[in-house]
């Protein structure tokens, strides 16, 4: 259960930082790739803390993330794609909060997507 419930908010993580959008005027640009894991934790860690700000300014956003936490994996995966779909704005917000983490794995050829990597860090 314990696996489950971490393994399910990693691919919401993983979703919610799939989903794509343009950075609003208000967020701080991600740290510049240099390829190392360090590199890495920094944009992964400014991408967060954008998204953070993010969701606490919409609250409906924010509300659908914790709500989906709470179903089964395959259920999370269908409500937060539905409210994405039906908000396509909040959905291109959000894909311009993750670009530097894109731009970052497109640089250093990262076949892995950073945050199914830090679920497997997670299980550590």
Not at 24 to 53: H, R, W
Not at 81 to 87: K, L
Not at 94 to 101: D, N, S, V
Not at 103 to 108: A, I, L, S, V
Request: net charge negative; aromatic share 6%; glycine share 6%.
């Amino acid at each position: 259960m314990f696996v489950a419930r971490r393994t399910a908010i990693g691919i919401l993580a993983a979703g919610a930082a799939s989903v794509a959008m343009s950075v609003p005027a208000s967020a701080d640009p991600a740290p510049a790739a240099d390829c190392s894991a360090a590199g890495l934790s920094a944009t992964i860690s400014s991408v967060t803390q954008n998204l953070s700000g993010y969701f606490a300014a919409h609250p409906d956003a924010n509300q659908a993330l914790i709500d989906a936490t709470k179903q089964s994996a395959f259920s999370a995966i269908g409500a937060f794609n539905t409210y994405f779909n039906d908000h396509p704005d909040e959905a291109n917000d959000i894909r311009a909060i993750k670009q530097p983490l894109v731009d970052f794995q497109d640089r250093c050829g990262m076949q892995v997507e950073p945050a199914a990597a830090l679920v497997v860090i997670g299980e550590l």
